[in-house]
């Protein structure tokens, strides 16, 4: 009797044994399971970068990364709670394109090049790089689901933006520098030509510029030349284009402009000039410019026609006395 007990016992040893095997597989999957969870949500915590996931038809966020909180100061659960929380913190210029890209992806599959502004909870202005991708293996009926990675981007826009500066601007004058001032002189000519409006070209160079270096120092000769800038942006009109193109010369062009505007345009540039006063050491001292103008014509054929005529007659003004304007 007791053998039979003994052999019936061992006979469920197997079952128990696999019971057993299978309940510490399952809790060692568990424990797995619980590693992967804390090393994904370490690993979202840690990427400055915002992963979420919309649902187009609801237009309902259904996740979003903690990264939200930090890059848009805003709260996750309001957002989850309510969509417009995103849009609405789109900067207003840029909002129709953030929702027209975003519907781009519905044909496209995936858009990789959208860039916009956010403003912060706090106000700052920040620009996005957010590339978004759509579920195309979802099954028919099932909703759609857009997901996407919004990466703070402001720091590369800001050197994009300084270098772009540096590129194109005079650095001690802060106007055109001479090749951004004449690709703009370019493309308004060929905008002229096209539309049959007109466009006027000025020249205008500092009267005795290397005196004024000898006698107070290229100091106060870089001075002359910011004072000199300044008068030109604040005379010339919205639109109207003006450089340093070299030592002591500067351009304008009047887009639009006919020659009689574009003349009371260089005699206010010429009258602002003459009003200002310099003080070195005790001396005051003011300064003249003489000035080159001319207009588009049928016969001209590029913007270096117009620059070669007002160059001419920038000289010409030179001879006749200086302190004046000469139209060609």
Not at 27 to 33: D, M, T, W
Not at 106 to 115: Q, Y
Not at 247 to 260: I, K, L, N, S
Request: aromatic fraction near 8%; charge should be negative.
């Amino acid at each position: 009797m007791v053998n039979n007990q003994q052999d019936s016992s061992l006979a469920q040893w197997p079952e128990a044994a696999q019971t057993l095997m299978a309940l510490m597989h399952a809790q060692g999957e568990v424990a797995r399971l619980s590693e992967r969870e804390q090393l994904l949500s370490t690993l979202l915590v840690s990427v400055n970068a915002v992963l979420w996931a919309f649902n187009w038809e609801t237009r309902q966020v259904l996740y979003v990364s903690p990264a939200y909180e930090r890059i848009f100061g805003r709260s996750a659960d309001l957002l989850l709670a309510d969509y417009n929380q995103w849009r609405d913190s789109i900067y207003p210029d840029d909002l129709e394109y953030a929702e027209r890209s975003l519907a781009d992806v519905l044909v496209k599959g995936a858009v990789e090049d959208r860039e916009y502004r956010i403003i912060t909870a706090d106000g700052q202005l920040r620009w996005l790089s957010d590339k978004c991708f759509i579920n195309r293996q979802a099954e028919p009926g099932q909703p759609v689901i857009i997901v996407g990675i919004a990466e703070d981007i402001t720091d590369k826009k800001q050197l994009e933006s300084e270098l772009q500066r540096l590129a194109t601007t005079d650095a001690l004058t802060s106007s055109s520098n001479r090749r951004h001032f004449f690709e703009g002189a370019e493309h308004e000519f060929e905008q002229a030509r096209q539309q049959g409006t007109p466009l006027s070209f000025l020249m205008l160079d500092i009267d005795d510029f290397k005196a004024i270096n000898d006698t107070y120092g290229h100091q106060e000769g870089d001075n002359v030349l910011q004072r000199i800038a300044d008068c030109g942006r604040a005379a010339l009109r919205r639109g109207d284009l003006f450089g340093r193109i070299g030592g002591e010369e500067f351009a304008a062009v009047f887009p639009g402009c006919t020659p009689d505007m574009a003349l009371q345009v260089a005699e206010r540039v010429q009258r602002e000039i003459q009003g200002l006063t310099f003080n070195h050491e005790g001396q005051t001292f003011g300064i003249t410019v003489s000035q080159g103008l001319t207009s588009l014509t049928a016969e001209d054929e590029s913007v270096e026609s117009l620059f070669a005529r007002a160059d001419a007659a920038m000289y010409e003004a030179k001879r006749q006395g200086k302190n004046r304007i000469i139209t060609a």
